[in-house]
């Protein structure tokens, strides 16, 4: 697996200009080219009430209107829902026309879908944390249904854990039975967990596990990404 940098000087758009005609590789012909948006504008939507007429609608009842965003959908057949995410409008037109059958995702759908079958294997609920630099996902699950999901802004350690705590008491989650993993900014993960856990029983930080054939294409390869390799979606 390659890494293409963004030039921090250039707009977005002529960045990613500069890094397709330098890397010919983008252009090719693949069997599956995942196009995999990090953001935390998103909702979901269950399939029986989801009109993908009204699809802008319903997501900017979520968020704040944003005429720079398209908004897309993605279906996810083995829950019964659909996400709902915005993405640059003209980073979308670009690689919409510059790759070969691109399907858009949100990145935290591979995540979703891989707790979602892992919780069908124990009865605790599971509660799993993707902490970044400056926001987090909250994802929680129990016996295969969805119970929580949602993204959040934070300035320090604090906010994470007050976030955490508030979440845990909205989902009735057991601090004695119940799991809370994370993963991500390990720095963060690891002084978060080290007060999480006096509060919480079974807590532990996920570091990417990778099969063979993952840890020769790239070792440091996120969960994420590896969740879409071994669950697809």
Not at 33 to 53: E, G, R
Not at 173 to 181: A, G, I, P, R, V
């Amino acid at each position: 697996m390659e890494t293409f940098l963004f030039d921090p000087i250039l707009p977005a758009v002529d960045s990613l200009h500069h890094i397709f005609f330098a890397n010919p590789c983008l252009s090719f012909i693949y069997q599956s080219f995942y196009v995999m948006n990090v953001s935390a504008k998103y909702t979901l939507v269950a399939d029986p009430v989801f009109i993908d007429q009204e699809k802008e609608r319903l997501f900017f009842f979520c968020h704040p209107k944003d005429t720079s965003l398209k908004v897309l959908v993605q279906p996810l057949r083995s829950m019964n829902v659909s996400i709902l995410f915005g993405m640059d409008k003209d980073i979308y037109a670009f690689l919409f026309r510059s790759l070969a059958n691109p399907q858009f995702i949100l990145s935290l759908s591979p995540l979703m879908v891989a707790w979602i079958k892992k919780s069908r294997m124990i009865f605790p609920k599971l509660m799993h944390v993707v902490i970044n630099t400056y926001n987090m996902d909250v994802l929680c699950v129990e016996h295969g249904d969805l119970l929580f999901v949602n993204s959040y802004n934070y300035e320090n350690h604090n906010d994470v854990i007050y976030y955490l705590m508030y979440i845990c008491k909205q989902t009735g989650f057991n601090q004695l039975e119940d799991y809370l993993t994370v993963s991500g900014d390990k720095t963060v993960c690891l002084s978060v967990l080290s007060v999480i856990s006096k509060y919480v029983k079974k807590t532990d930080y996920l570091q990417p596990k990778l099969n063979n054939y993952q840890a020769a294409v790239d070792p440091n390869m996120s969960l994420d990404m590896i969740a879409l390799l071994e669950c697809g979606l």
